[in-house]
């Protein structure tokens, strides 16, 4: 079974950045579209961009645009989300979400498979 734990959440003032990894055990992330999601409180679940299985293709929603970036390792072992320029408004959990459709073509807020417990990004001054 396939199991997914995020790290790299924390405090950051606006304007700094973050970057979050996702570490596959259990087997590799191989083939599998990749995809963040973020939570904020009294806020419906959303996902903010994705990579397709075959790592030709990235899906963004418009809040991530020019400011995010999803990559994956050679190993395929683990997944990364670069937070740039972050705001206050970025304050979420964020989880990172692996699917076994998607291979060519992702979408950010479509069906996974697999999720992770979540970190918390807090942006704050």
């Known amino acids: 079974q396939l199991q997914l734990v995020e790290s790299g959440g924390g405090l950051v003032q606006p304007g700094g950045s973050l970057r979050l990894s996702c570490a596959a055990s259990?087997?590799?992330?191989?083939?599998?579209?990749i995809a963040w999601f973020r939570q904020a409180p009294g806020k419906e679940r959303e996902g903010v961009i994705c990579i397709s299985g075959n790592g030709g293709g990235t899906k963004y929603a418009d809040s991530a645009k020019g400011r995010f970036t999803i990559s994956r390792d050679n190993a395929e072992t683990t997944a990364y989300l670069q937070m740039n320029d972050l705001k206050p408004e970025d304050t979420a959990v964020y989880y990172c979400?692996?699917?076994?459709?998607?291979?060519?073509?992702?979408?950010?807020?479509?069906?996974?498979?697999?999720w992770g417990q979540g970190t918390q990004v807090t942006v704050s001054s």
């Open positions: 259990g087997g590799t992330l191989d083939y599998y579209s």
């Open positions: 979400a692996v699917g076994l459709f998607g291979y060519r073509v992702c979408n950010p807020g479509g069906h996974y498979d697999y």
